[in-house]
């Protein structure tokens, strides 16, 4: 039988369509995941290691936080080499990277009670982080650090202009720093560091005043231990007992008197020695010396 050409099937090809619609989907999230990881690495800044004596509860994943910004997180924790130190690999932000200077401090932040005050309280119900403090400025960068076993005088090392004095004792007793140093039971100064002097025969307690109180200390100007309780018997007068506070008998403090001839200014750094107690003729001192720009209370 002829098949007229007319009459001849015909194969029709239909083009299946390439793209479907549901590709967008995992499309989409490996352009999110893509983003999400190249802001990760652009944010990245380097890595520092920080030896501490101990590791006081750190862990990896800590932050590293200055002024309440997080600018890194905790790395790694190992062991040094000497066994007798703690490091810890951390990774800056690119916001944190410029604080990685050499002089930078770094600290624990841990739970601290003291009758001075009550700190780190946060870390009790929140993690745990490392505080930084930069170092001076123009100060090159740095990648290896030793960090503090306690938390520095921030107020002392943030303020240059805060008047200095180093007072020398035959032990330190109870003074610690933060221990405040009075005047007319008026605290205006603390206790910044305390060392050895370097032949070991006294101590070296190094102390810092605010500076609109630093024209009372003169050159006659006397120093002493305001801490403890000091008693004098008399065959007439009795028994007399005299005790400061009792934050400054437990915590220890610091208390001096200048004298009505005040003698002549000192300049920051003037060494002085600190007496275990003072004469009743000091309490009685009585100089006039102008303060100016003194912080009123509201």
Request: proline content about 9%; cysteine-free; overall charge negative.
């Amino acid at each position: 039988m002829t098949i007229a050409p007319d009459n001849i099937p015909t194969a029709r090809v239909v083009r299946r369509r390439r793209f479907n619609p549901a590709w967008l989907v995992p499309l989409l999230v490996l352009a999110v995941v893509a983003a999400v990881a190249w802001q990760g690495y652009e944010s990245r800044g380097p890595r520092i290691t920080i030896r501490f004596k101990n590791a006081d509860g750190a862990r990896v994943g800590d932050a590293i936080v200055y002024r309440g910004l997080r600018v890194g997180s905790v790395r790694e924790l190992s062991l040094a080499p000497d066994r007798n130190h703690i490091i810890v690999t951390a990774e800056l932000t690119q916001d944190g990277a410029p604080l990685a200077t050499q002089g930078a401090l770094f600290w624990i932040i841990r739970p601290e009670v003291s009758l001075e005050r009550i700190s780190g309280l946060d870390t009790l119900v929140g993690p745990q982080y490392i505080a930084l403090l930069p170092g001076p400025p123009e100060s090159p960068l740095a990648t290896t650090f030793d960090g503090l076993p306690t938390p520095p005088v921030l107020g002392a090392l943030s303020q240059e202009d805060n008047f200095q004095i180093v007072l020398k004792a035959p032990r330190l007793g109870t003074l610690s720093v933060g221990s405040p140093v009075s005047y007319r039971d008026i605290p205006v100064g603390r206790v910044v560091h305390t060392e050895l002097a370097p032949d070991a025969t006294t101590v070296l307690i190094h102390a810092t005043i605010d500076p609109v109180y630093a024209p009372l200390i003169r050159q006659r100007t006397r120093f002493w231990n305001a801490s403890g309780i000091s008693a004098d018997f008399g065959l007439f007068a009795g028994l007399s007992v005299r005790a400061d506070s009792l934050e400054s008998v437990l915590s220890g403090a610091i208390a001096f008197a200048t004298p009505d001839r005040t003698g002549d200014e000192i300049q920051s750094g003037h060494t002085f020695t600190l007496e275990p107690d003072a004469p009743d003729s000091w309490l009685k001192w009585d100089p006039s010396i102008p303060l100016s720009l003194v912080p009123l209370d509201d």
